[in-house]
Protein backbone atom coordinates (compact mmCIF):
# COMPACT_ATOMS: atom_id res chain seq x y z
CA UNK A 1 0.00 0.00 0.00
CA UNK A 2 3.09 2.50 0.93
CA UNK A 3 4.23 1.68 -2.76
CA UNK A 4 1.36 2.91 -4.55
CA UNK A 5 1.20 5.96 -2.21
CA UNK A 6 4.74 6.68 -3.06
CA UNK A 7 3.95 6.07 -6.59
CA UNK A 8 0.96 8.35 -6.38
CA UNK A 9 3.68 11.07 -4.65
CA UNK A 10 6.37 10.73 -7.40
CA UNK A 11 2.59 11.52 -9.73
CA UNK A 12 2.13 14.68 -8.14
CA UNK A 13 5.57 15.87 -8.02
CA UNK A 14 5.31 15.57 -11.95
CA UNK A 15 2.77 17.40 -12.15
CA UNK A 16 4.64 20.13 -10.17
CA UNK A 17 6.95 19.77 -12.75
CA UNK A 18 4.97 20.48 -15.92
CA UNK A 19 3.57 23.81 -14.45
CA UNK A 20 7.34 24.99 -13.81
CA UNK A 21 7.80 23.63 -16.80
CA UNK A 22 4.98 25.54 -18.59
CA UNK A 23 5.32 28.51 -16.91
CA UNK A 24 9.07 28.65 -18.35
CA UNK A 25 8.10 27.58 -21.64
CA UNK A 26 6.25 30.84 -21.84
CA UNK A 27 8.97 32.72 -20.81
CA UNK A 28 11.59 31.37 -22.74
CA UNK A 29 9.25 32.17 -26.01
CA UNK A 30 8.74 35.46 -25.02
CA UNK A 31 12.79 36.19 -24.72
CA UNK A 32 12.99 34.88 -28.86
CA UNK A 33 13.37 30.65 -27.36
CA UNK A 34 13.06 28.46 -30.01
CA UNK A 35 12.18 24.56 -29.97
CA UNK A 36 14.27 21.79 -30.80
CA UNK A 37 13.50 17.80 -30.86
CA UNK A 38 9.79 18.16 -30.58
CA UNK A 39 8.81 14.99 -31.93
CA UNK A 40 10.74 13.12 -29.45
CA UNK A 41 9.13 15.17 -25.95
CA UNK A 42 5.79 13.07 -26.51
CA UNK A 43 7.66 9.98 -26.58
CA UNK A 44 9.93 11.01 -22.93
CA UNK A 45 5.94 12.34 -21.85
CA UNK A 46 4.49 9.07 -22.09
CA UNK A 47 7.42 7.13 -21.24
CA UNK A 48 7.64 8.74 -18.09
CA UNK A 49 4.16 8.48 -17.31
CA UNK A 50 3.65 4.45 -18.50
CA UNK A 51 6.65 4.13 -15.91
CA UNK A 52 4.85 4.74 -13.12
CA UNK A 53 1.95 2.49 -14.41
CA UNK A 54 4.33 -0.15 -15.15
CA UNK A 55 5.43 0.04 -11.69
CA UNK A 56 2.06 -0.28 -10.10
CA UNK A 57 1.13 -2.70 -12.13
CA UNK A 58 3.49 -5.13 -11.89
CA UNK A 59 3.56 -5.01 -8.24
CA UNK A 60 -0.12 -5.29 -8.19
CA UNK A 61 -0.36 -8.42 -10.81
CA UNK A 62 2.93 -10.43 -10.04
CA UNK A 63 2.70 -10.08 -6.78
CA UNK A 64 6.49 -8.81 -6.23
CA UNK A 65 7.09 -8.30 -2.32
CA UNK A 66 9.30 -5.17 -1.19
CA UNK A 67 12.61 -6.56 -0.12
CA UNK A 68 14.32 -4.74 2.16
CA UNK A 69 18.04 -5.17 1.06
CA UNK A 70 16.48 -3.75 -2.20
CA UNK A 71 13.74 -1.38 -1.31
CA UNK A 72 15.44 0.83 0.84
CA UNK A 73 18.78 1.41 -1.40
CA UNK A 74 16.37 2.02 -4.20
CA UNK A 75 14.16 4.30 -2.13
CA UNK A 76 17.82 6.46 -1.26
CA UNK A 77 18.30 6.34 -4.96
CA UNK A 78 15.20 7.58 -6.15
CA UNK A 79 15.50 10.49 -3.70
CA UNK A 80 19.20 11.38 -4.06
CA UNK A 81 17.56 11.80 -7.66
CA UNK A 82 15.25 13.54 -7.12
CA UNK A 83 17.25 16.22 -4.78
CA UNK A 84 19.77 16.36 -8.13
CA UNK A 85 17.11 16.46 -10.28
CA UNK A 86 15.47 20.40 -8.45
CA UNK A 87 19.11 20.89 -8.16
CA UNK A 88 18.76 21.41 -11.86
CA UNK A 89 15.83 23.13 -11.93
CA UNK A 90 17.08 25.75 -9.59
CA UNK A 91 20.29 26.13 -11.04
CA UNK A 92 18.58 26.72 -14.79
CA UNK A 93 15.93 29.15 -13.44
CA UNK A 94 13.47 30.18 -15.93
CA UNK A 95 15.75 28.18 -18.91
CA UNK A 96 14.47 24.78 -17.36
CA UNK A 97 12.32 23.21 -19.15
CA UNK A 98 12.18 19.23 -20.20
CA UNK A 99 11.13 20.59 -23.45
CA UNK A 100 14.27 21.66 -25.60
CA UNK A 101 13.64 25.43 -25.85
CA UNK A 102 16.97 27.59 -26.57
CA UNK A 103 17.24 30.98 -26.02
CA UNK A 104 19.28 33.03 -28.82
CA UNK A 105 22.51 34.37 -27.27
CA UNK A 106 21.78 32.76 -23.89
CA UNK A 107 25.24 31.85 -21.83
CA UNK A 108 25.49 27.97 -20.91
CA UNK A 109 25.03 27.53 -17.19
CA UNK A 110 28.04 26.02 -16.24
CA UNK A 111 27.52 26.29 -11.81
CA UNK A 112 25.86 23.67 -9.67
CA UNK A 113 25.68 20.42 -11.24
CA UNK A 114 27.15 21.76 -14.48
CA UNK A 115 30.06 22.14 -13.52
CA UNK A 116 30.81 18.69 -13.56
CA UNK A 117 27.99 17.12 -15.94
CA UNK A 118 26.48 18.49 -19.21
CA UNK A 119 23.66 16.89 -18.55
CA UNK A 120 23.12 16.12 -14.96
CA UNK A 121 19.32 15.92 -15.21
CA UNK A 122 19.37 12.63 -17.67
CA UNK A 123 21.59 11.33 -14.70
CA UNK A 124 19.20 11.74 -12.08
CA UNK A 125 16.77 10.10 -14.94
CA UNK A 126 18.17 7.35 -15.50
CA UNK A 127 18.83 6.41 -12.00
CA UNK A 128 15.10 7.33 -10.46
CA UNK A 129 13.98 5.05 -14.00
CA UNK A 130 16.25 2.41 -12.73
CA UNK A 131 15.23 2.65 -8.68
CA UNK A 132 11.95 3.64 -8.37
CA UNK A 133 10.76 0.24 -10.07
CA UNK A 134 13.37 -1.30 -7.38
CA UNK A 135 11.56 0.04 -4.89
CA UNK A 136 9.35 -2.66 -4.72
CA UNK A 137 11.12 -5.28 -6.94
CA UNK A 138 9.17 -4.35 -10.08
CA UNK A 139 12.39 -5.72 -12.06
CA UNK A 140 11.12 -6.60 -15.29
CA UNK A 141 9.51 -2.76 -15.27
CA UNK A 142 12.92 -2.06 -14.35
CA UNK A 143 14.86 -3.51 -17.47
CA UNK A 144 12.47 -2.51 -20.03
CA UNK A 145 11.90 0.97 -18.95
CA UNK A 146 15.71 1.56 -18.72
CA UNK A 147 16.13 0.22 -21.99
CA UNK A 148 13.60 2.08 -23.38
CA UNK A 149 14.80 5.47 -21.33
CA UNK A 150 18.17 4.99 -22.86
CA UNK A 151 17.15 5.02 -26.36
CA UNK A 152 15.17 8.16 -25.84
CA UNK A 153 18.04 9.76 -24.25
CA UNK A 154 20.91 9.03 -27.11
CA UNK A 155 18.11 11.17 -29.80
CA UNK A 156 17.83 13.68 -26.73
CA UNK A 157 21.14 14.16 -26.02
CA UNK A 158 22.08 14.25 -29.33
CA UNK A 159 19.59 16.92 -30.16
CA UNK A 160 20.75 18.93 -27.31
CA UNK A 161 23.63 18.87 -27.73
CA UNK A 162 23.56 20.01 -31.32
CA UNK A 163 20.74 22.83 -30.04
CA UNK A 164 23.16 24.15 -27.57
CA UNK A 165 26.59 23.89 -30.43
CA UNK A 166 28.10 21.25 -28.74
CA UNK A 167 27.56 19.07 -31.86
Not at 4 to 27: K, T
Not at 29 to 42: L, V
Not at 158 to 166: C, D, F, I, K
Request: one cysteine or more; proline letters at 5%; a positive charge.
Amino acid sequence: MFYYLFILAVGAERLVELAVSRRNSRWSFDHGGREFGQGHYPVMVAMHTLLLVACVLEVAVLHRPFVPWLGWPMLAVVAASTVLRWWCVATLGKHWNPRLIVIPNAQLVQRGPYRWLHHPNYTAVTAEVIALPLVHSAWLTAIVFTIGNALVLNIRIRAENTALGYA
